[in-house]
């Protein structure tokens, strides 16, 4: 079974920097996109970045461009989302997802796991 561990949230003041885990399991990601998602109440959930697992293709939404940076480690079947130059409107909760086609997409309805997520709240 496909399992996807976040951990790395927490509370942070704005301005600070946060490294989000997303330790996955279960099978060969190879081929697969990871992607990082948020929501915050009463909102959809939200994309955030997303990598291929194989080339390393990034995308990022608007809103986090240039402040966090998706990466990818082979070895440890992990990917991270650093996030710096936090704001306060970042605060969510934080998921892992992952997808079977490599390509991109930013809805979540075209990933097929997911974990539970992660607190992130930044304080003014």
């Known amino acids: 079974q496909v399992q996807l561990v976040e951990s790395g949230g927490g509370l942070v003041q704005a301005g600070g920097s946060l490294r989000l885990s997303c330790a996955a399991s279960g099978r060969t990601f190879s081929g697969y996109a990871m992607g990082w998602f948020r929501r915050t109440p009463g909102k959809e959930r939200e994309f955030v970045a997303s990598?291929?697992?194989?080339?390393?293709?990034?995308y990022y939404a608007d809103s986090v461009k240039g402040r966090f940076t998706i990466t990818r480690d082979n070895a440890k079947n992990t990917v991270y989302l650093r996030m710096n130059s936090l704001k306060t409107e970042d605060t969510a909760i934080y998921y892992c997802a992952a997808r079977y086609s490599g390509g991109y997409t930013s809805r979540p309805d075209g990933y097929n796991y997911w974990g539970q997520g992660t607190q992130v709240t930044v304080s003014s």
């Open positions: 990598i291929n697992w194989s080339y390393g293709n990034t």
